[in-house]
């Protein structure tokens, strides 16, 4: 079992930043690759980012490339997400989760992924 947590989250001002963190505790986490989602109201939850085990390899959805960068710190068992000129739309409850590293090929499948967080909200204020 692997255990998230997610905090970060908050209000800002559209054009400002946000730093979201992901807290692994239970198995190694370096064993898994992990990935951040989003779920606005009324809509369906999307991928954002992920990173694969090592940290090496990264993934991002279109619309926050250039944007937001996720990295990890294995040492912490942490995953960040830096979220740079936030949109209006960026707006959703946003989750980590974490895959195995030998899934890395389907991580923008939410329905891949083993483990999940209880979610941090963001909301961005135009």
């Known amino acids: 079992q692997v255990q998230l947590v997610e905090s970060g989250g908050g209000l800002v001002q559209a054009g400002g930043s946000l730093r979201l963190s992901c807290g692994a505790s239970?198995?190694?986490?370096?064993?898994?690759?992990a990935g951040w989602f989003r779920q606005a109201p009324g809509k369906e939850r999307e991928f954002v980012a992920a990173?694969?085990?090592?940290?090496?390899?990264?993934r991002y959805t279109n619309s926050v490339k250039g944007r937001f960068t996720i990295s990890r710190d294995n040492a912490k068992n942490t995953v960040y997400l830096q979220m740079n000129s936030l949109k209006p739309e960026d707006t959703a409850v946003y989750f980590c989760?974490?895959?195995?590293?030998?899934?890395?090929?389907?991580?923008?499948?939410?329905?891949?992924?083993?483990?999940w967080g209880q979610g941090t909200q963001v909301t961005v204020s135009s």
């Open positions: 989760a974490a895959i195995s590293r030998d899934q890395w090929t389907w991580v923008l499948l939410a329905d891949r992924y083993d483990y």
């Open positions: 239970g198995r190694t986490f370096s064993n898994y690759a």
């Open positions: 990173i694969n085990f090592s940290g090496a390899s990264t």
